[in-house]
């Protein structure tokens, strides 16, 4: 079999991944744009202006499926790269083909402990490539993380996806309470100035009432000030509060790498 045809089993997952990512980043803009988080105002016993939400919209649930089906491409690539890799060594005639899969464990202990197994057939050369790429937790958390998040996925539910605090406007926040003290020139840049302050608590999962902002007694309501939003994937150990859309990101980018570093050992 041709170079272009074993790797073309791997680049149609992987392009299939991609696809399924901009659409999630599609639907989680999409979801943002309906402005799904109303900020109210209010005063506590000491009159301490208080900025909180009034009302969260739930995330839509095509997020987490999109989640899900780009990730369980990407493992399923992975898969295909290790199977076309066996099947290079062994002139398509792998000992073991339906017990072929990229190895990543979840401790370098139980990689070495199964590696062998899951690329029976495989040359020296290319299980020491693989395990250049240390695939497991601790070595390549990335990888461990896309294995978990498949596994999660196929065998129990679909994510856990919400919304959380992700930052109140800095500039907006502190031309406030300047006053005077600088010239109206910098003021207004400070106003204009893309940078936002993350909070300790995000939040997570955003729900009516949750203070975003606790300002000073008597202080004046700024009506232009920005409050940013973000939707995460939040599996505790695995991917806690993180933002969906970078994570997924992330995951395809590596997988990119990890496809480049090996696909040359196929032809």
């Known amino acids: 079999m041709s170079y272009e045809r074993r790797s073309r089993h791997v680049t149609l997952k992987l392009e299939r991944a991609k696809t399924h990512a901009v659409d999630l980043e599609s639907s989680v803009a999409g979801f943002l744009q309906t402005q799904p988080y109303r900020v109210g105002i209010k005063r506590d016993e000491e009159r301490r202006l208080i900025y909180f939400l009034e009302d969260v919209a739930e995330a839509p649930d095509g997020i987490p499926l999109l989640a899900g089906d780009a990730i369980q491409n990407l493992v399923s690539g992975l898969d295909h790269l290790a ?21 990543i464990a979840d401790s370098e202990e139980k990689y070495e402990a199964t590696k062998a197994s899951k690329l029976q057939g495989a040359s020296p050369e290319m299980i020491a490539a693989v395990d250049d790429l240390h695939p497991f937790r601790g070595g390549n958390d990335t990888l ?14 679909l994510f856990t996806v919400g919304s959380q605090a992700a ?7 502190l031309s406030v ?7 109206a020139e910098a003021v207004q840049a400070m106003k204009g100035m893309d940078l936002f302050l993350n909070p ?31 939707v995460v994937l ?14 997924v990101s992330g995951f395809v980018q590596e997988v990119e790498r990890v496809v480049g570093s090996l696909s040359p050992l196929l032809e």
């Open 167 to 173: 930052g109140i406007h800095l500039g907006q926040l």
């Open 177 to 183: 309470h300047v006053g005077d003290a600088f010239p």
């Open 200 to 230: 300790a608590d995000k939040g997570f999962p955003l729900s009516p009432g949750f203070e975003l902002y606790r300002g000073a007694p008597d202080e004046e309501p700024n009506p232009e000030l920005q409050f940013r939003f973000t």
């Open 144 to 157: 461990w993380k896309l294995h978990r998040l498949n596994n999660i996925e196929k065998h129990r539910i």
């Open 234 to 247: 939040n599996e505790p150990e695995v991917a806690e509060g993180e933002a969906v859309t970078g994570l």
């Open 83 to 103: 199977y076309q890799l066996v099947c290079r060594a062994t002139d398509d005639h792998p000992p073991q083909p339906r017990r072929i899969y990229f190895p």
